[in-house]
């Protein structure tokens, strides 16, 4: 967790919004509560701060943001990052509108992740060969949210975002070769790691008995709360999971929260099937407790971004992907 003392989030909001200090404690006591105590006070603030569009760190001379630091519900993000894949341009028609939408695989120092473009400009980058795999580009203005086809993320541009191909940016040396980006994450026993992207593989030790939902736009997939999305206004909200553990090795143990499509795929059953089930029980963690005995033990292997919880100190692994353990896919491990 980037490190910032509470006092100064507060003072910043107050600043940006004239809201009054307890109108701001407030809105981080209702965050913590959302998230189930998943997040510190400290990380409330950031969250609380980033929907209000508050500023809280002076940016890198690109005004970047790594991607390992990159999680669901961010918005006006901007970050560099190398074009990995390109994907074909495809058209869409629905009830509401028609167009065209383009994305591509876009990668740095930290991570990986998908960009979707939406607005023509954009797509005419692509259309017109001006935008290339290997190119780097510059992105500001961004929304993120996870992805319905992957375990990933996916940065979301509209016609507010600004896109530049192959800045002059200092930071841009910082970015490396297309083949290097592509290496998965290192694989690393959890007492050897810190604060960056790893893989790590290990026992599910203990499970977090909280309330796993959060209400989600069917539309974009963003967080809707009181069933209105910022992008899509009154919605008629859908469940998503959050689970929280801790992962043994057998050198450390670390807390690994996963959101989403890979809480769906470590707990075995998708939200609506757990919804449905936590509702005819009259209990939000019924799905949880009735896994636990083919979760608890069991071995899982999760890359994700590694920070340190501002308020204990400790490490947590957000998780982008999780696998279990394949013997021809470990024994290929062992020998590399």
Known sequence: MLKVPIGDIIAKI?????????????????????????????GAAHIVANE????????????????????PGLRNVS???????IYPVREFKTA????????????DETGKLRVVFWDTKHIQLIEEAKLKEGDIIKLRNGYVRESRMTDGLEVHTSGNTFIEVNPKDAEVKKIPEAEAVRERAERRKIAAIDEGAYEIRGAVVHVFETNPFFDVCPECGKRARDSVCQEHGEV?????????????DGSSNIRVVFFGNRAQRVLGITAEE?????KEHSND????????????????????????????????????????????????????
């Not at 569009?53 to 630091?69: A, D, H, M, Y």
């Not at 970050?79 to 894949?85: E, N, T």
């Not at 008629?236 to 043994?248: E, M, N, R, W």
């Open 285 to 336: 963690i019924y799905p949880i407790q009735k896994r636990l005995d083919t979760i608890l033990g069991h071995e899982i292997i999760v890359e994700g971004n590694v920070n340190k919880n501002s308020f204990s100190g400790d490490l947590e692994m957000i998780a982008r992907r999780v696998n279990f353990p394949n013997a021809v896919a470990e024994a290929k491990q062992l020998l590399k």
């Open 52 to 71: 209000f569009g508050v500023k809280l760190f002076q940016p890198t001379e690109s005004g970047r943001l790594q991607i390992k630091n990159i999680l």
């Open 14 to 42: 107050k600043e940006k919004t004239s809201l009054t200090d307890e109108v701001i404690n407030k809105k981080i006591e209702d965050k913590i509560s959302e998230l189930s105590g998943l997040v510190s006070r400290d």
């Open 96 to 107: 509401k509108r028609e167009g065209k939408v383009a994305s591509m695989l876009v990668g």
């Open 79 to 85: 970050f560099l990052g190398r074009v990995l894949a």
């Open 236 to 248: 008629s909200p859908k469940p998503s999971l959050v689970l929280s553990t801790i992962i043994d």
């Open 274 to 278: 757990a919804f449905n089930e936590a």
